[in-house]
């Protein structure tokens, strides 16, 4: 399998080289005062994460733009495994529209466009992959959905778990959707006045339109980046999940991915069901 390769043509987010370690390095005493002092995170299950071996990370993640937890989430990573050791996380397509700073910063960080051409680069060149099938739907979720795991309805990370052969970790937090209060998502509204007529602001769909409370904008509304509140955080990673049969024809089973979706749903649910009850004693 070609792998994408960094020249000047390549669009931003299709690139594995852009992954810098010494970036990453640079990166983690202020990671790590956060960590420890802002978000004061109590992280767990780090054991399971198997030596040696590529995996699919997935995970669900709250917070909005910031999504706290799953850069604490990354920091344990580049800590206990080191920063060269690979992983590479998908980053949903509209972030890449424009090539600036903050898709500069993600790159280096090893983060890569959601598509299954370069999941599948990635595990090609031995890395592990990292993906919040839930993307914005699931990072803006209402505060009373805090503690579910929403997907969307997205199974394009059992397909791709499937065809590549590689075990899913779950990966699970309590805690960020307190750095952000979101209040309601009135994208439908939205969403039917642009059926009739009325054009996206900007000229994209942003797919999620949030009402929330939060720094720096008080009362924020739509999905603008946003500076997290100070909240603990507890992180879990999960028992690892390897489904009986794997390939191209099991990929393909519809059936089969629904239920190994459903399979990974409700193993994540419980277990997030379990990281509540510890937040709360």
């Known amino acids: 399998m070609s792998i994408p390769q960094n020249t000047n043509a390549t669009k931003p987010g299709w690139s594995l080289e852009k992954r810098d370690p010494e970036f990453i390095k640079s990166m983690l005493p202020v990671m790590g005062w956060l960590y420890e002092n802002y978000f004061r995170v109590q992280a767990s299950g780090w ?24 850069l604490m989430m990354m920091y344990d990573w580049f800590r206990i495994f080191g920063v060269e050791s690979p992983v590479y996380g998908l980053m949903h397509p509209k972030a890449w ?16 466009i959601a598509h299954p051409k370069m999941a599948r680069a990635a595990f090609a060149s031995g890395a592990s992959v990292l993906v919040y099938p839930g993307g914005a739907q699931d ?16 199974k394009g990370f059992i397909k791709l778990a499937l065809r590549e052969n590689v075990p899913i970790i779950p990966i699970i937090s309590v805690g960020a959707h307190d750095t952000l209060f979101v209040l309601a998502d009135i994208y439908p509204i939205l969403a039917q006045l642009n059926s009739w007529g009325i ?35 507890y992180t879990h990673v999960c028992p690892g999940i390897k489904f009986p049969h794997y390939g191209h024809q099991a990929a393909c089973d519809r059936a089969y991915v629904d239920e190994c ?10 277990e997030l069901d379990k990281l509540v009850a510890i937040s709360k004693l």
């Not at 054991?47 to 799953?70: W, Y």
């Open 139 to 154: 990072v803006f979720r209402p505060h009373a959905m805090r503690h579910q795991i929403y997907f969307a309805g997205r």
């Open 199 to 233: 054009p996206w602001l900007g000229g994209f769909d942003p797919e999620v339109f949030p009402i929330y409370l939060g720094l720096p904008w008080g009362l924020g509304i739509g999905p603008l980046p946003n500076i997290p509140l100070p909240s603990k955080i």
């Open 97 to 112: 529209i424009v090539d600036n700073p903050i898709s500069q910063m993600a790159a280096k960080s090893g983060a890569i």
């Open 47 to 70: 054991e399971n994460i198997p030596r040696n071996e590529k995996i699919l990370l997935v995970g669900s993640h709250s917070g909005g733009l910031a999504a706290p937890d799953m």
């Open 261 to 270: 979706y459903n399979l990974v749903v409700e193993t994540m649910q419980a």
